[in-house]
Each structure stands twice: as C-alpha cells, then as structure tokens.
C-alpha cells in the first residue's frame, strides 16, 4: 500500500459527543449568544433551533456541502446580529470542540506511515459547514503526519459521495488498489468502495457493524498488518 486515508471523528479524534447534536442545540446558542454579547431569548434561540435542524445531516442527509456563512448568516440575519458572524461561528464550534481528545493508537499509525513513506491523508465530513480553521484543528497534535487534509467544505462534498475519494487518489497519483481509508460510518464505507479502495471499518464499541467493509479494527495499531 502507498497511501491510507483516515476519517476524523470516532477515527483520530474523540468528540465525547453524539453524532446527532440537536440535543445539544439550545445549550450551544446559550453559550454562543452569551460570548458575543447578544441578548439570550428563548424566541431567537427557537428561530435559530429551527434552522440548524434543516441543515442538519442527520436528519436531513444531503451530498452536496454548505458553508458556515450561509448557515449562521440565516440565523444571524433573523437576529438583525449579521456583523457577529465570525464571533459566533467560532463560540458555537468552540462549544462542541471542548472535550476532543485524539486517540492514543493515531499518532502512532500515522508516525510509522511517515517512517516508512507511506502517503497519510484525511477526508472528513464538517458540521454545520465548519470551516477548516476549526475543523482541522482537532488534529493539530498530528498535522506534522498529515500529507493531505480534506474536509467536504473544501471538496464541496459529504460522503459517501466519491469527489473526495477522487481526490485523494488524484493528489498521490496512485491507483485506488494501492491506497486504504479508514472510518467509523457506513458512509466511509460505501465512498471508499465507489472509487476502488480497500475500505476499513474501525469500531472502537461493541456493537455489530456490517457495512460490506474489506475488514474490521479495534484499533490503528492493526493497519500495520494491511499496510506490510
């Protein structure tokens, strides 16, 4: 194998969140609005519920990405706030991003990648459009590892759709036999497979995930074996 291909969240990183995080909603704007010195009613925090669940993926599952601008400057207008828009973005990512911890075993896979020349990439799917500054900086411990990093507002994309996969293979100019990626999800999955890649599934729980993947890890430790 030339290359490997790494998903971020359940991966390298740990959220300690949900996926879904419309639960966490009304406590995330309470905290935003409270940073940036905007007036917190129960009123805007419902308005701005409201529009978070319609770009919600996991409600509203879509292929196509959406930029932060456009998400919080729906909100933001509704709130006659717009001039805040960089303030508020960075309050409400910062509210979920609070507890990220990166797994023990991915610096160590990515550390023996770039001992042995093998090419590392990411290709991760953003919340609420997040843009890169933030998104990749829940792994900045392991940028130094990192040859590509991809996120679906970069690419334009969500997995599964396969421009990112494509992308990847174009960057390393390898052939899809030649690289593997990794992921949690069913969508890492199915996108991997679209383009030609050994797709690995990583389940770090005990439930039963079968998503037609070329194999299963509990930990990063094991693509040693699939990279020799």
Sequence with gaps: MKAIGFDIGGTLVNYNKPLNWSGSFKDALTFMCKNTNILVEAEKIDEAIEILQKYNTRVNPREYEVSSDKIFGEILKKWGEEEKINECKKSFYTFFQREVTVYTDAENILKYCKENGIKTSVYTDV??????????????????????????????????????????????????????????????????????????????????????????????????????
Excluded: C
């Design 127 to 228: 919340a609420y459009g997040m843009d890169d500054e933030f998104s990749l900086k829940d792994i900045e411990t392991l940028a130094q590892y990192i040859d590509l990093k991809l996120t679906s507002r970069n690419v334009g994309y969500r997995k599964p759709n396969s421009k990112g996969f494509e992308a990847m293979l174009k960057t390393f100019e390898i052939r899809p036999e030649e690289m593997l990626y990794v992921g949690d999800e069913e969508k890492d999955i199915i996108g991997a497979k679209s383009v030609g890649m050994k797709a690995i599934l990583i389940n770090r729980g005990n439930e039963e995930k079968q998503f037609n993947q070329d194999a299963t890890i509990k930990s990063l430790d094991e693509l040693v074996n699939f990279l020799n």
